[in-house]
C-alpha cells in the first residue's frame, strides 16, 4: 500500500539505568541505558480517510519476563498523540499508553530537522537533527533482533479509586505490514524537555519533568527517515 507516508525524527541519549528502571512496570527488565525519542508525522492515512496526525514517544530497550512470554524490545513509556481518535482507539483497543498534546509539523532547512511538543501554548519539548546527510536505506535497519514494542495496558478501576480495572503487559510485534524506508539521513541528534509547572501542565507536568531529569551521558545518535506503509495492529497481543 501506498499510505500513510511517514517523517520521523529520533534522538537517542544514554543516560541513568537506575532512572530508566524505575519506569518500568512490574515484569519488566532494563536491558540498555539508551532513551531514544521519537517525533513521527504521518499524512493520507486510509482509514481517516486519508487524514494524518502526529506521534512523540520516548522508548528504551528491555525484556518481559512472564510465566509464559520472554520478549525483547523497545518498551514504550508514553505516547503523545494530537488526535483524539486514534488515542482512544489506540488506548482501550490495543493497549498503547496514549496521551494528548499539540504536535506541530517539523521544519526541514539547511540539512536541519526541528520539531516541538506543547500543550494550551506550553512548549514542553524540542528535538533537532543538524549536520544531516542521507545514508543508503540499508543503514536504517537496526542491528539488534527485536521481538517487538513492548506496552503495559492499564485502565482505572471506577469507584475504586486507585486500583486497576486491566493492567498488563502487552507487545506490537516487529514482524508484518508493509512498511518500506524511501530515505534515511544521520546527524548530530538533541532533545531538550522543559520542566514544567503545575500551572503549566496541570494533567501532564509530572510526566514531562520525568523525562527532563533524565540524566544525559550523550547523543548518541539522530536521524530524519522517511518511509511509507504500515500494519493494522491486528497482531497486537498480550504477553503472559
Not at 509530572?206 to 522517511?226: C, K, M, Q, Y
Request: proline fraction near 5%.
Amino acid at each position: 500500500l501506498d499510505n500513510p507516508k511517514n517523517t520521523s525524527i529520533s534522538v537517542s541519549f544514554t543516560t541513568n539505568p537506575d532512572q530508566l528502571s524505575a519506569l518500568l512496570p512490574e515484569g519488566f527488565e532494563l536491558e540498555e541505558p539508551v532513551a531514544t525519542v521519537t517525533l513521527t508525522h504521518m499524512k493520507e492515512i486510509e482509514w481517516l480517510a486519508g487524514r494524518g496526525y502526529a506521534t512523540l514517544g520516548l522508548t528504551f530497550p528491555a525484556v518481559f519476563k512472564g510465566q509464559e512470554d520472554t520478549k525483547h524490545g523497545p518498551f514504550l513509556t508514553v505516547l503523545w498523540e494530537n488526535l483524539a481518535d486514534p488515542i482512544i482507539t489506540g488506548r482501550e483497543d490495543i493497549g498503547f499508553s496514549k496521551i494528548y498534546c499539540e504536535l506541530p509539523e517539523p521544519r526541514f532547512c539547511n540539512g536541519e530537522a526541528h520539531g516541538t511538543a506543547g500543550w494550551l501554548g506550553f512548549q514542553f519539548m524540542g528535538i533537532s537533527v543538524t549536520n544531516l546527510e542521507e545514508k543508503p536505506v540499508e543503514d536504517s535497519a537496526g542491528s539488534n533482533r527485536v521481538d517487538g514494542t513492548l506496552h503495559y495496558k492499564y485502565m482505572p478501576r471506577t469507584e475504586d479509586w486507585g486500583e486497576s480495572d486491566v493492567g498488563y503487559a502487552v507487545m506490537t510485534p516487529a514482524t508484518g505490514g508493509n512498511r518500506k524506508v524511501l530515505e534515511h539521513s544521520t546527524g548530530v541528534g538533541k532533545v531538550e524537555w522543559h520542566r514544567a509547572r503545575w500551572e503549566d501542565l496541570p494533567t501532564q507536568y509530572n510526566i514531562v519533568n520525568t523525562f527532563a531529569d533524565l540524566e544525559i551521558g550523550s547523543f548518541v545518535a539522530g536521524s530524519v527517515t522517511r518511509t511509507v506503509g504500515a500494519k493494522d495492529l491486528s497482531d497486537q497481543c498480550i504477553l503472559r
